[in-house]
């Protein structure tokens, strides 16, 4: 079965940067659309940043110009670098994959999660 599996999440200064990482398996990464999804508590699971299959990097307005989302085709793995990250960024992040329909950043468009990994930033 597929398994998405991210890894990296931590505690950081507001200012901090963190990468993590998102390694699947019975998937292959490069078959289409992942994304990264970020859910604080009492909120909607919103989307960050996803990357196509042909390296095509889409944003949500929050992370343009700090994060950005890449790839390693050859250890089928995901990453989403995060730089000057703010105390509003803290969140469970998850990496999602199996794209279906609608839009890249919406969460209802995807088909598999992992389990997340927490983010915490302090001012």
């Known amino acids: 079965r597929v398994q998405l599996v991210e890894s990296g999440g931590g505690s950081v200064q507001a200012g901090g940067s963190l990468r993590l990482s998102c390694a699947a398996s019975e998937y292959t990464i490069s078959s289409n659309w992942m994304g990264w999804f970020r859910q604080a508590p009492g909120k909607e699971r919103e989307g960050v940043a996803a990357?196509?299959?042909?390296?095509?990097?889409i944003y949500a307005d929050s992370a343009k110009g700090r994060f950005a989302v890449s790839k390693d085709n050859a250890k089928n793995t995901v990453y989403l670098q995060m730089n000057s990250l703010k105390p509003e960024d803290s969140a469970m992040y998850y990496c999602?994959?199996?794209?279906?329909?609608?839009?890249?950043?919406?969460?209802?468009?995807?088909?598999?999660w992992g389990q997340g990994t927490q983010v915490t930033v302090s001012s």
């Open positions: 990357i196509h299959t042909n390296g095509v990097t």
């Open positions: 999602a994959a199996g794209i279906v329909r609608g839009s890249v950043l919406n969460k209802s468009s995807y088909k598999y």
